[in-house]
């Protein structure tokens, strides 16, 4: 079972853009050295949709080499059936301990669809998977709870932000899963600023992006909510989440691109975000640095 802040780290990509290996595995021990309860790797931050099968081993297996039993590590899998597969056989062969399935791309699909495509991708290896609800990948209540019964299926991650629906399938699933061990995610883009929201339907755990280039703001945070400090919480929210929120919605992708360029500037390069994406522009890049500047001086308070 997972408990701590998620660490999902980048896919650093050198001048060439092939995988800056050297780069990730920096990047992935700093991660681990500050502490999250566990990382995930090639999923959203680590831009999964632009990796070919070939890279994917090679992040997937980087991260498990650096990260080395300190913490679970997790790997992102989805679209085309057959390539989902592939990749969850990948991911178990060098050493994940889990998957985040992502959604199939393009296509919608009925919720009988989506569970058969969950099953299928399941059993590809023995690996445990959460489902990631989200974009054309969205479960009712009953084809959430269908998931949630197929033996390797452990964590329901929510990317929607319906709270009213998510409310009613962690309700559903928790009076019919018994003894099932089995967690609910927050998955929503920048996941602190709703985090509060979330925990009042029994959700604790999330997804946290800024982990990756803040881990200090991103742990405080974390304790703050724990610990019911709710002043500290709010404080970060008005100085920092928010005003991050606000320069990532000026552009779409730059839920990648901003951490991309905050790890960037804690010394570790991480090179350019991969199209269809684009970088963030000179002026965004200096908001950036601010907001990471404020979030800092409220914890030095």
Known sequence: MLDGVLFFPVTPFDADGN???????????VGVAAGPGGVFAACGTGEFHAL?????????????????????????AGGALPIARQLVATAAEVGAEGILLLPPYLVGAPPEGLVEYVRQVSDASELPVIVYHRANGQFTERSALAVAKLPKVVGFKDGVG????????????RDALGDKEFQFFNGLPTAEVSQQAFRSIGVTLYSSAAFAFAPDISLAYYSALEEGQIELVDALNREFFHPLVRLRDTTPGYAVALVKAGVTF??????SVRAPLVDVSDAHRFELEQIIAAGRKVLAQ
């Open 52 to 76: 070919s099968p070939e890279e994917f081993r090679i992040v997937v297996e980087t991260t498990v080499n650096v990260a080395a039993g300190r913490v679970p590590v997790y790997a992102g």
């Open 266 to 271: 804690g010394g570790i390069d991480a090179g």
């Open 19 to 29: 995988v800056d290996v050297q780069a990730l595995a920096d990047h992935i021990e």
């Open 162 to 173: 319906d709270l009213d629906l998510t409310s009613r399938i962690v309700r559903r699933l």
